[in-house]
């Protein structure tokens, strides 16, 4: 038999500890990503000088890949003196690389803002940050929920990337058991329906937090 | 010092690359005073109304506010550009209404009349709400405060609107086309608005309109722009009665016949 129901059981508890690594860091990941996001997507309106730079560097972010990144983060960096341990780098590299996708989200939420707005909040003497901040990002972003959240999908199933700097998520876990006991059946498929059933339930939540908000914009 | 003009247009010219929508416009609105702007579209009467709002950045001259440079600020005797302070300083006494209202669609009527001057003016909540019920029972909009600009019909959008400007105690109000959007029947209620503050409140006015029966009736001055400059300017009863110009008489038959 190709399937041992018995040893599924028994490597479910170690399978369900690096679990919470993954869970881990994918919100952290995405607190950053969307954090950072908004900032570098504010910060390219708000100061018009630092645009081209922020766009150059978002580019740059997008057209690498992630795994080089989190490399760079993690072995490069330290020749710099910064030295980061593996949880750590993977999670900065993870959320700065989708806060790059990310801020593009939101400036197209920001590009959707009528003019009218803008111009109404400098009649009224608003500051920039005021402007921003009661003006126009509660009503950019509400419209692009959709969007992050398919980033935050997409984040999540590229956390096995980790493994590759040894932290100890689910990927990681289930490679070492499968080394150890030559069984990597039931590892690998049991992290394949983790990330299944986490993926669903993440896009029924987005559905959720979609429809709240659209009862509030649209009432 | 009474006699300083409230705003005043010194030779301000603006251009969009090689167009030449304002001309150096020589203009002097005095305290308290009502100027209606006419004139066809692109004649350059609503681009008067967004530089002085600082909406429009204005390539010469320079843009005066009870007697202080809006656009500029003296430094060692000296006009050089001014700094976002001092603009915003400055455009405090200036309010605007928009010929789209531009409402705030995720506030209320009362939350879009007190968020600036709450956040702004730093007033406190609850004297920035009875003051906004204030003005929003002024418009005659009691009954309203708590809808959302997508609840109200564009009338009373555009009255919400009014208060909200209001609420920031500006010197000058600009009111550019403000009923252009409106469906007919809803555009008596807007201009009865107008007229009410025009009398209650001692607010300098400028307004760029297509409404000729209220700028006749309501206004002090009326000016007639064509392509980028003051063809013609004078008491209502004068330019509407008597027009001098070719022009302003083309215009105006034109109009008149048109509605």
């Known amino acids: 038999m190709i399937w041992d129901w018995a040893f599924a059981l028994e490597i479910l508890p170690t399978l369900a500890r690096a679990a919470v690594v993954t869970v881990q860091a994918t919100l952290l990941g995405f607190v950053i990503a969307a954090v950072l996001g908004l900032v570098l997507a504010v910060v390219r309106i708000a100061v018009p000088a630092t645009a081209w730079t922020i766009s150059v560097l978002v580019e740059l972010i997008r057209s690498t890949p992630l795994l080089i990144q989190i490399f760079f983060l993690y072995f490069v960096f330290p020749k710099f003196g910064i030295v980061l341990d593996a949880f750590t780098a993977g999670v900065l590299a993870i959320g700065i690389h989708y806060a790059a996708y990310c801020s593009e989200v939101y400036r197209a939420g920001f590009d959707n803002i009528p003019r009218g707005q803008w111009e109404a909040s400098i009649a009224l003497n608003l500051s920039a940050w005021t402007t921003f901040r009661d003006i126009i990002i509660p009503q950019a972003v509400p419209p692009v929920v959709p969007a992050l959240g398919n980033y935050l999908v997409a984040l999540f199933k590229e956390t096995p990337l980790l493994s590759a700097i040894a932290v100890l998520e689910l990927m990681q876990t289930a490679k070492i058991i499968g080394s150890e006991t030559f069984r990597y059946t039931e590892p690998i498929t049991l992290v394949g329906v983790f990330f299944l059933v986490m993926s669903l339930i993440s896009a029924a939540l987005i559905r959720l937090i979609e429809r709240l908000l659209n009862r509030r914009i649209l009432r | 010092m009474t006699d300083q003009p409230m705003v005043r247009f010194d030779n301000v010219s603006k251009r969009y690359g090689p167009l030449t929508v304002l001309d150096g416009l020589n203009l002097d609105i005095m305290r308290g005073e009502k100027v209606s702007v006419i004139g066809p579209s692109g004649s350059g009467k609503t681009t008067v109304l967004r530089m002085l709002m600082t909406l429009e950045k204005i390539n010469d001259g320079v843009i005066w506010v009870e007697g202080e440079p809006l656009t500029h600020m003296e430094r060692n005797g000296k006009l050089v550009p001014a700094d976002l302070a001092h ?14 209202f531009n409402l705030f669609p995720h506030m209320t009527a009362m939350q879009n009349c007190i968020e600036a001057p709450v956040t702004v003016l730093g007033m406190k909540r609850a004297e920035a709400e009875a003051r906004a019920a204030e003005l929003l029972g002024m418009v005659g909009l009691s009954q309203k ?21 209001l609420a920031m105690r500006p010197k000058i109000m600009l009111f550019d086309e403000v009923t252009s959007a409106l469906d007919p029947e809803l555009v008596g209620e807007v201009l009865q608005v ?31 722009f064509y392509q980028g400059k003051i063809c013609e300017q004078g008491p209502p009863a004068e330019l509407f009665g008597a027009p001098k110009n070719e022009r302003t008489r083309q215009f105006l038959n034109a109009v008149l016949e048109a509605g």
């Open chain 2, 194 to 224: 107008i007229r009410q503050i025009g009398r209650e409140h001692d607010l300098t006015m400028l307004m760029v309109t297509h409404q000729m029966g209220f700028a006749r009736e309501f206004s002090d001055r009326v000016c007639f």
């Open chain 2, 145 to 165: 405060k708590d809808h959302y600009p997508s609840q109200l019909s564009g009338g009373q959008q555009q009255r919400v609107a009014i208060a909200r400007a």
């Open chain 2, 87 to 100: 603009v915003r300083r400055v455009r405090g006494k200036i309010g605007m209404v928009f010929q789209s």
